[in-house]
């Protein structure tokens, strides 16, 4: 069984609608990430997540909000979407303590027409 | 503010052949630099590098950091199609466990 994983993998919404993206991980770490990709840009920081109280806004949150509901889980929500927000969107893990290495979910192609 | 960038942003070779991918880095309370391997879809991991002049290796990938130059570099010897993808560098940003990604280098290898 895959250690961080991604509901659902693939999404087509409306414009305006809301939408959440769910991510899990059973590696017990307590950091936890939100990125999108888009063609050409890299891995874009939207939120994250050092422990169940802590959520901090990463460079691209305007539009974005996030809830870590648990150690193992921590959902995007777009409250609104908007076709800029189309992209691949992955959730990622990492250990405390200086541990840098972090571990990604398999994504979510979100289109937003 | 932090930054990590890429070079060349795509590369075509054919199999056989070795490339260098470079990664240079600004950033403050430097750490590490870590390289991604990303194909269809999640990245994964390839290596960590915190001291200048010790390679790491892994098969025909190896990977060197250079301090003073604040660059990296990801060498792949006998290319092959498989090693198509794209490679992602990355610095924890400000010495946190946050992470800064290059745009990526998109190698294609082509039979």
């Known amino acids: 069984d895959a250690d961080v994983t991604q509901t659902p993998r693939n999404r087509i919404t409306k414009t305006g609608k809301r939408i959440m993206l769910e991510c899990s991980q059973t590696k017990g770490h307590d950091r936890m990430y939100w990125y999108r990709q888009d063609p050409g840009l890299g891995l874009r920081l939207i939120y994250y997540s050092f422990d169940v109280k802590d959520i901090n806004k990463g460079e691209i949150s305007d539009g974005y909000s996030v809830s870590r509901q648990a150690q193992a889980k921590f959902s995007l929500s777009l409250e609104s979407a908007i076709p800029n927000q189309t992209a691949l969107y992955f959730c990622a893990t990492s250990g405390a303590g200086g541990i840098y290495e972090q571990f990604f979910g398999p994504g979510t192609r979100l289109t937003v027409l | 503010e932090d930054k990590v960038v890429q070079s060349p942003l795509s590369l075509v070779v054919h199999e056989g052949d070795t490339v260098t991918l470079n990664c240079s880095y600004e950033v403050t309370n430097f750490r590490s630099l870590l390289w991604y391997k990303q194909e269809k879809k999640a990245p994964t991991f390839l290596f960590m590098l915190t001291s200048s002049g010790i390679e790491k290796k892994s098969g025909r990938l190896s990977s060197i950091l250079d301090k003073k130059e604040l660059s990296s570099i990801l060498n792949i010897t006998a290319t092959q199609t498989g090693d198509s993808a794209i490679y992602l560098c990355?610095?924890?940003?400000?010495?946190?466990?946050?992470?800064?990604f290059g745009k990526g280098t998109k190698l294609t290898v082509n039979p």
């Open positions: 990355a610095v924890p940003q400000g010495g946190s466990e946050k992470l800064v």
